[in-house]
């Protein structure tokens, strides 16, 4: 929102009178990467940023700054970067969301938070409505609400306040990963097996479910091998049980380049 000839205006994209302008553009610029608008590997300067918000670049820069100390841009020389992953970063990351995604999940299950199933469950339809809409940004947005939500569930403070951080820094890879509908499919389904566990307390379930999740994002996302050591690498054992469906894709999807990427885009 901002000032035009004493009259204020459209308050969808704009920062508003009241909170510091810093904190605001900083939340502003966090949206624009949790729905997509700013992509992995897109490059953007102060004064674009300062435009599209309606303020001067002080508060834009002021943002900037804490969001590459956060992790989730770069600074360059002739301006930011939303870091584009490479395999080696994706599989990293991958790798540290199965160490604690399905955790998260058991301690969301155990914790009988009705608020915290009405807020996924709230989501959930959300995202499935993007999903058959073919609305990107709807669903994007609605899986990060949904991710938040089972986070917020988990009683180990210290394990949820990690899995926030990894979360934040994952936005715009995930974001990638979520273009190809398939791959959408595939969350819908886990998520609908997810929140049924969660709903009736299934801690060890709900946790290998998202551990089954996670193995399926490997074997598209890195191919047979990498997914292979990944999985070594963390421990982790591939089940075979009633909350597999065999009608989902899981056939190895190598990555493309980020330069690939960047040229489709």
């Known amino acids: 929102m901002q000032l035009e000839g004493g009259e204020l205006k459209d308050a969808s994209r704009k920062a508003v009178l009241g909170r510091s302008l810093r904190e605001q553009v900083y939340d502003l610029i966090r949206g624009d990467l949790s729905h997509g608008r700013l992509a992995a590997g897109e490059r953007f300067v102060e004064v674009e940023l300062a435009a599209r918000y ?3 670049r002080t508060p834009v820069r002021e943002a900037l700054f804490q969001l590459v100390n956060d992790g989730l841009i770069v600074s360059e020389e002739r301006g930011y970067l939303v870091p584009p992953d490479d395999s080696r970063s994706f599989a990293d990351r991958l790798e ?3 160490l604690l995604d399905p955790k998260v999940a058991f ?3 155990q914790s009988g938070d009705k608020d915290g199933v009405k807020r996924m469950t709230h989501a959930f339809e959300g995202l499935r ?13 609605a899986s990060h609400e949904l991710r938040v939500a089972m986070r917020a569930m988990c009683r180990n403070v210290a394990l949820r306040r990690c899995a926030m951080l990894v979360e934040d820094q994952f936005l715009a890879a995930r974001n990638e990963m979520f273009r190809d509908p398939a791959n959408q499919a595939i969350d819908v389904h886990y998520t609908q097996l997810l929140l049924n566990a969660i709903r009736k307390g299934a801690a060890v379930e709900a946790e290998q479910i998202v551990r089954n999740f996670m193995i399926t ?5 890195l191919g047979e091998e990498e997914s292979e050591r990944l999985l070594q690498r963390t421990g982790t054992q ?8 065999k009608s989902i894709p899981t056939t190895p999807r190598p990555r493309p380049s980020p330069a690939r990427r960047a040229r489709s885009r």
Do not use: I, P, Q
Not at 132 to 141: C, I, N, P, S, T
Not at 217 to 221: F, Q
């Open 107 to 109: 301690y969301a299950a």
């Open 54 to 56: 309606g303020v001067s």
């Open 238 to 245: 591939r089940s075979s049980n009633s909350y597999e469906d």
């Open 129 to 141: 409505k993007a999903h058959k809409a073919g609305k990107f940004e709807a669903f994007v947005d």
């Open 217 to 221: 994002v490997s074997d598209r996302t």
């Open 96 to 98: 540290v969301h199965l």
